[in-house]
């Protein structure tokens, strides 16, 4: 299986270690055709990219681009998924800034609305009152692929638990992709096994946090192979 795009990774305009063209650079010298670069939506707490530095970045990225004409360096986000209406944290001034956006949920994010959203993060973390929260996480993520065009979502299953059948139908139907992540252990075997027959897509990221984790799929690529998953179903896949 030889992965040729890396759409998930981060940098230190979140919480990343290195600078986007380091990321950059381990993605040419690892081979890879495609790199994407995918910090952290800005309403995320702890580590958000700073709003106001979106139109830096795609300047940064543009500039990249001239200067590394055989890689094609793509400027992602990863927002995260406010409630459970769908709302993400890329608003209608500054999408245009992205070539592509995935969308994962993330505890740190601040919920839109305050009381029902923090509840439901502490709920997912207590646990006898999980029924509520896979309704409330599932509604979440399926309402944020019905309402934004969303390429990917990162990480399913991790951190928040959800309902991954509902999830998969679903992204079909919106042509989403569903991640298999190489450094959270979601999408897991037995998940895969449970809708890999929906016909649903899937990309393999390295969610790399670090320049030398850029293109490090050897995990997704073991419980992808693992349970099974059509290699054709894999979008980020070279000889498909
Ligand atoms: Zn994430
Ligand atoms: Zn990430």
Known sequence: MNVIADYHTHTVYSHGKGSIEDNVKVAISKGLKT????????????????????????EEI???????????????????????????????KVRKYFDYIMAGYHFGSTPTKLIKGSLNH????????KK??????????????????????????????????EV???????????????????LTIEELKLIKDIGVKFAIGSDAHEPESVGNFIDGIYRAKKAGVDIKSIINIDGR
Do not use: C, Q, W
Not at 35 to 58: A, L, N, Q, V, W
């Open 168 to 186: 998969a139908k679903v992204a079909k139907e919106t042509n989403t992709a569903l991640e298999i992540n190489s450094r959270h252990g979601h």
């Open 122 to 129: 502490f709920i997912n973390l207590v646990g006898p009152l």
């Open 35 to 58: 790199i994407g670069i995918s910090d952290h939506g800005y309403k995320h707490m702890g580590f958000g990219i700073k709003y106001r530095d979106i139109p830096k970045m795609r």
């Open 62 to 92: 543009d500039y990249l681009r001239e200067k590394y004409p055989n890689i094609n360096i793509l400027m992602g986000i990863e927002a995260n998924i406010l409630d459970e209406d769908g709302n993400i944290d890329v608003d209608d």
């Open 132 to 165: 509520f929260a896979i309704k409330y996480n599932t509604n979440a993520v399926v309402n944020a692929m019905k309402k934004n065009d969303i390429f990917i979502i990162t990480h399913p299953g991790a951190k928040a638990m959800i309902d991954l059948v």
